[in-house]
Nanobody, 111 residues
């Protein structure tokens, strides 16, 4: 069953911003095992950003525009997305390594 819950998706114009949030049960949450992925229509799911002890990692396509952050007190991991483009349109999924996933939240960027 789904244990990660995403929120914050929606429709935005190119150049705009959205903030996604993922909440996990305390028993499951571990900040250094959290990540965001996305899957566009007809494409494979890809890593967008993740938090690891050595630091954060971003896909080349989002580096400098997206920021991942976690809050241990709230059991949440957020993804701040700025300067969005139509190419960012996808379903965004929260992941807790190795194999816990949220249900996904749709992000649509209009041109």
């Amino acid at each position: 069953q789904v244990q990660l819950v995403e929120s914050g998706g929606g429709l935005v114009q190119a150049g705009g911003s959205l903030r996604l949030s993922c909440t996990a049960p305390r028993s499951l949450f571990s900040i250094y095992l959290m990540a965001w992925y996305r899957q566009a229509p007809g494409k494979q799911r890809e890593l967008v950003a993740r938090i690891r002890p050595a630091g954060t990692t971003y896909a080349d396509s989002v580096r400098g525009r997206f920021t991942i952050s976690g809050d241990n007190a709230k059991n949440t991991v957020d993804l701040q997305m700025n300067r969005l483009t139509p190419e960012d349109t996808a379903v965004y999924y929260c992941n807790r390594a190795p194999s816990w996933w949220g249900q996904g939240t749709q992000v649509t960027v209009s041109s």
